[in-house]
């Protein structure tokens, strides 16, 4: 349903459920809610992007991800998005919105979380316990493998015996073979990436073209995005997607129920969408800031905050990444750039090294000609005059890089809060980002830049450039309304259910106790269907507003 088709007298007729947000979470909810026969509207404040806009096939694509197609809103500077204030923050977030969310920007990589990131407190003494286990949400994981249509390959050392991803792994090249060849003959761990990138043509999906553009959208629509895996199909079943709203009050009953959302239309026009129950899927931002702006005299410092913890342990993935440069051209710029392998030989916690947790390694592409010739590495300038062709030469399709995210453990001081002062296109406040890395995550990422280095150097690279934390990498926005069991030190139980308001569900990465340190929009996901599962099976005994 578009803007002008959702205007009318300001309030549609009430629903079963209502799911703020279009993205990871957002779409399986709608998704699962519909199938399950419930009258279901989701809002969002984007609009649905075409295979055809991506710039991918354009001969300008690296000038149009500067600034078109960036990953950052504040240099998109969309209308549909909104800034965020960052000035306080080692990381600047990257998001997208729009109808499939920020996985129209994400790299594919779809991994899973290890057992021992939901036993961080009983394993290491710091942190929190996730209130379920691995086990609880590997039937899930397995489900939306298949939604999202993953391509991998079983049978993973560093995880527990489950069901294969449904198709094959994609091819993962020279460069990738010969850095796995190194790591075996030192002992590391390896492993072909799972990636949510059609190896085989699956659900009206092509194939990967093997563009190396993944994270500026897929053009092939082999890249699963809940745009193209479950909008159309929970449309079909009866889902009302409205485009074009942007959330800015949940609203509450004289009982303290969840009545309804009220959003605006591009147009300045405001709305009320009533529901029996609301999920908000909005991101680990997007999320804390709805229920900061929808504060009321009896809830000043916003809603479902009782604990206090809305907004607060907002955590990143601090990333540094590696690139190792070889004498012989290794098609560096092409493949999918998710993961050709994954590297898990440092992700549990060594006491040994001097911190707790550890960090998750994916292989990826390098970029093309202007990549090579304007390093994004701000201690690497580029060479123009007389030795540009040879440095060019010397590092396009030459190389390959080690990405590292590394945990970030949760710190109550690093947040979500309303911007003073900076508004989005709609004139409410923005979000203001305070989130400072610690010494021991900065400890952690250079240990595993080190040994980064000595596997590209193990696989006979000539040449290694280092960046230890890069600012710009904020994909992974996570913890901002906590899932626990105690109501005074979590926002949400362990199904996503607010522990003060009984019909209002919070089912995005904003759950996340601790980060782990693998790509969470599996995770993500997985949460967001144990979660709505559960609600439909107990829908009967769901407190509603009357």
Known sequence: MSAKEAAGDGEIP?????????????????????KAGCSVVCLEQGDWSELAEFPAPRPEYELLIGREWANRPSLRGRAADYPIEESDSDIEALMWCGVGGSLIMYAGDWCRLRPSDFRVRTLDGVADDWPFTYGDLAPHYEKVDIEFGASGLGGDPSLPPGADPPHPPLPIGPAATRVARAHAQLGWHWWPGTNSVLSVPAGGRRVCAQWSTCQHGCPEGAKASTDRTHFPEAVEHGAKLVTGARAHRVVLDGRGRATGVEYLLPDGSEHRQRADVILLAASAIGTPRLLLLSATPGSPDGLANGSGLVGRRLMM????????????????????????????????????????????????????PLSAAVPTNPQVAPVWGSGHHRFVRERLGRGVNWGIFGEDLPDPDNRVTLADGLTDSSGLPAPKLTYRLSEEARRLLEFNVERAEESFLAAGARHVER???????????????????????????GWGR?????????????????????????????????????????????????
């Open 317 to 368: 993935h601090p990333f540094a990444n590696v690139c190792g440069y070889f004498d012989e051209d290794l098609r560096g710029w092409n493949g999918h750039w998710g993961a050709k392998i994954v590297s898990y030989e440092f992700y549990e916690t060594d006491a040994s090294r001097g911190f707790v947790r550890g960090a998750k390694w994916s292989l990826y592409p390098t970029g093309g």
């Open 467 to 493: 960046q230890s934390l890069v600012r710009d990498a904020g994909w992974h926005p996570l913890g901002t309304a906590r899932a626990g069991k105690d109501p005074s030190s979590s926002v949400v139980d």
């Open 14 to 34: 009430r629903v079963d459920a209502l799911v703020v947000g279009a993205g990871c979470a957002g779409g399986v909810a709608t998704l699962r809610l519909a």
């Open 498 to 546: 607010s522990h003060d308001v009984p019909n209002l569900f919070v089912v995005d990465g904003s759950v996340f106790p601790t980060s782990g340190a693998a790509n969470p929009a599996s995770t993500i996901a997985a949460f967001a269907s144990r979660a709505v599962d559960h609600l439909i099976a107990e829908r009967t005994n769901q407190k509603v507003p009357v």
